[in-house]
């Protein structure tokens, strides 16, 4: 069985992140970009470290060094539970594969665990990624003991378990309840944004400490913070127990729980594998059509909806780049509700509604535009769109309107909310509506661009268009910068906000416009990718 | 003096109709040709020369069969045919248009279905239909004629209403060759389109491109079952190594023998070579 799990794991890795494709590709482009998306992936990770790193130094400098690996456990729990609830479905349960596998002589369970397998080494890596810099920050500065280490080695290595069995509970169950809708997609879409809502509301509780308890009352607050963190996520304060104050018990409370709960979920889903796999894969044949009137439309019409229907076949695709339309609106509804300080409080930044307000609405939806996996969605299909009578500017553009239809309701509920509680002034009125939507048009075409420079059709899952893809990825990056930019300038140009607001929505829009007219000149039709 | 002028200028104008009557039958041909292939060459990244100089002609009425071994070239011949490939030298025209500059007004003119018919599965087969038939902006009354004549004809009415992702391997094949004819193409493109479907399904896919033909359209298929290639089609390609090593009238090329022979002859002997 170990052979059957190490074999099935050793497949499934091969299709991650394109290792193997990069290993026995001729051509060199794409060994090229290979080795630029490691370029930067290695920047994040710096990046990120970097972070954790900060925060961690932050936590030690203010005496609360105690609660270093809670949170950071705690960080890497809820990142891994929210990725892997929406991978569940499309990947643990994943009919077509399961067919493909079982049809060798393995064992279910030996194809239950490689898959878990296959997400655990991702996870573990996010774990050591946010981990280990935070142990070094407290290694350093608190000088803690052997123990320290040695317990935390193990803590890296369990800590994905627990929110891995979590998610996939959560993510079958999701599913499950879906599948017996008519709209399955649609209501398991719903589910997973109630508890993506759920996720972002919990987490950025967190944030909200008093800060006036700061320095007067750091007892209070540690107090407050382990309160906050033992609501969230009980097992981070073990691992902090354990870590921190060298208690063997509290490892093996952390460890047995884990591994238990790993277990027995392994134990009862290796019973139910692969009717659970035929279950959530079921669809509904009736057989029965009678054709009513054909409407004709335009093509633009018919592309359009058909994007739509594309859309909204894909929760995995849906909640994943819904998620910066939902934060915009919680951002705008939280200035709204809470007021300017308390949000400011929750980012950490003192004057950042005051100052950046535009841009951070912007910011959110530009992250992960529908548009960054919109081409490689195409899949195995993609001969058909490449054979049909359109040309590459339809193409691309009722990609582009379908993430302004998307992205439109989310865009007027926050800026009514945000005009109805601020009454801002005229001015400021208006690149409060110019900024985001300068962002959202941006985001939408851009994410087409790098789309087309990182397409991947041949896939099986989709979560490897829009989790694991290159486009996406770069995507976020993209974003990031563009955001970046902008608040930095705002903080360092004091009184010049309209300026900057100006400027920013001027340069976004230019860059749309640039994109439109070199893309349509460098690769008129034939539209190809070869 | 006159008459002899009378006479030049009899000469001249019946010079002119001849002149004017040989181009009419050269662009007579040329219109007659739905597909045009000249010295195509295509070389896949990493240096592998796929196809080699190839030059071949179907010509309206044509029931035109591309045969060959896996790996042969049959399949990149067809891709850079219908837009899904670029190549490297030559020229491919279809109904006279160029498909590098004409890209789109050529793919209106044909349709082409894959080995593998990939459809939209999460459209159904009727919104796929109607999504064709906007596309190639098929009138409403029309596009409901023809999709169901060509469905009831290909026992797939009755399914129409549900998501391509239930249908069988079988039953995409045939949605997709539905699909292909919603806009009455000129020309339509196959790559191994009897693979997947039952005998009755065969059966209707032969009447079918009988019928397609016969009305003045063209059809350039790929295929390795060799006994229908012979049956089926008026004029045949071999290739081999990316080469086109025989192409020509089914019944000249192979006369006494079947095709099988012609088939294992040529490639054997081009291999030799």
């Keep these: ?530 | 003096m006159q008459a002899k002028k009378n006479q030049k200028n009899q000469k001249n104008q019946k010079n002119q109709k001849n002149q004017k009557n040989q181009k009419n039958q050269e662009n007579q041909e040329e219109t007659d040709n739905m597909l045009e292939i000249k010295n195509l060459t295509k070389t896949y990244k990493g240096g592998k020369t796929a196809v080699d100089n190839l030059s071949l002609t179907v010509r309206a009425g044509d029931i035109y069969g591309f045969i060959g071994h896996n790996g042969a070239g049959k399949t990149t011949t067809i891709k850079a045919v219908v837009g899904i490939h670029d190549f490297d030298k030559g020229e491919i025209r279809v109904d006279g248009k160029d498909v590098r500059t004409q890209s789109l007004a050529c793919k209106k003119a044909m349709a082409y279905i894959p080995d593998n018919p990939d459809i939209y599965e999460y459209l159904t087969g009727i919104q796929y239909l109607n999504f064709l038939a906007d596309i190639y902006q098929v009138p409403g009354k029309e596009r409901e004629e023809r999709i169901r004549r060509e469905a009831e004809d290909f026992g797939i009415y009755s399914v129409l209403g549900d998501l391509v992702s239930t249908y069988s391997h079988g039953m995409r094949q045939k949605l997709a060759l539905t699909g292909a004819l919603i806009h009455e193409p000129r020309l339509l493109v196959l790559d191994e389109p009897f693979v997947g479907l039952d005998p009755e399904a065969s059966l209707l896919l032969k009447r079918k491109m009988h019928a397609f033909c016969e009305k003045g359209s063209a059809i350039f298929f790929s295929t390795h079952v060799l006994e229908v290639a012979e049956k089926l089609c008026n004029r045949i390609a071999v290739i081999s190594g990316g080469k086109l090593i025989v192409e020509g009238d089914t019944k000249e090329l192979t006369r006494d023998k079947s095709l099988e022979d012609v088939f294992m002859e040529v490639t054997h002997h081009d291999k030799a070579d």
């Design chain 1, 1 to 530: 069985m170990t052979r059957q799990i190490r074999l099935l794991t050793k497949l499934s890795l091969y299709g991650m992140f394109g290792f193997n494709e990069f290993r026995h590709t001729r051509d060199g482009k794409k060994k090229l970009r290979f080795c630029l998306m490691g370029a930067l992936w290695v920047f994040l990770i710096l990046m990120l470290a970097g972070y954790v790193g900060l925060t961690s130094y932050g936590l030690t400098a203010i005496g609360m060094g105690y609660f270093v690996p809670a949170v950071l456990g705690m960080l890497v729990s809820l990142v891994t539970f929210f990725f892997t609830m929406t991978k569940a479905g499309p990947v643990l349960f994943d009919q077509r594969s399961y067919e493909k596998q079982v049809a060798l002589p393995v064992e279910a369970k030996s194809i239950i665990v490689s898959r878990f397998l296959s997400m655990y080494l991702t996870d573990m890596l996010l774990g050591l990624v946010v981990m280990l810099p935070g142990m070094a920050v407290y290694g350093v500065a608190e000088k803690p003991g052997l123990t320290f280490y040695l317990y935390g080695f193990f803590v890296i290595l369990f800590l994905p378990l627990l929110p891995l069995t979590a998610a996939s509970v959560v993510g079958a169950v999701i599913a499950g309840i879906a599948g017996r809708w008519r709209r399955g997609n649609l209501a398991s879409i719903l589910l997973t944004m109630i508890f993506v809502c759920v996720i972002l509301v919990g987490s950025m509780s967190l944030g909200s400490l008093d800060e006036s308890q700061l320095g007067a009352m750091m007892e209070e607050m540690a107090l407050q913070l382990e309160q906050q963190i033992g609501r969230l996520y009980p097992p981070a304060i073990w691992i902090s127990e354990a870590m921190v104050s060298g208690k063997a018990a509290w490892l093996l409370l952390f460890l047995g729980v884990s591994l238990g709960c790993f277990l027995i979920f392994l134990e009862i889903l290796g019973r139910f594998y692969g009717r659970v796999c035929q279950m959530l894969s079921a669809r509904e044949a009736r057989g029965n059509y009678q054709m009513e009137r054909l409407q004709a439309k335009s093509v633009m019409r018919s592309l359009v909806e058909r994007e739509w229907r594309r859309y909204f076949a894909s929760s995995v695709y849906v909640v994943n780049t819904l998620t910066g339309e939902l934060m915009m609106v919680l951002l705008a509804v939280g200035v709204a509700l809470a007021g300017r300080e308390a949000v400011d409080r929750l980012l950490g930044l003192p004057g950042a509604v005051d100052r950046t307000l535009p841009v951070l609405l912007g910011a959110m939806p530009v992250m992960m535009p529908l548009t960054a996996c919109s081409l490689s969605m195409e899949g195995k299909s993609w001969w058909m769109t490449q054979t049909l009578p359109v040309s590459r500017r339809e193409l691309i553009w009722s990609k582009v309107n379908l993430q302004l239809i998307v992205a439109l309701p989310f865009y007027l509920v926050s800026e009514v909310a945000l005009i109805v509680a601020l009454r801002p002034g005229l001015a400021e009125a208006v690149w409060l509506l110019a900024v985001p939507a300068a962002y959202i048009l941006f985001g939408a075409r851009t994410g087409i661009a790098v789309n087309e420079k990182f397409p991947v059709f041949d896939w099986d899952s989709e979560v490897k268009v829009v989790k694991q893809g290159a486009s996406a990825f770069v995507m976020v990056v993209i974003g990031l910068v563009s955001a970046a930019v902008p608040i930095i300038a705002l903080f360092v140009l004091e009184g010049m906000q309209i300026l900057v607001y100006a400027f920013t929505a001027g340069v976004l829009l230019l860059l749309t416009w640039l994109m439109d007219r070199i893309g349509r000149k460098k690769l008129s039709p034939p539209y190809r990718l070869d």
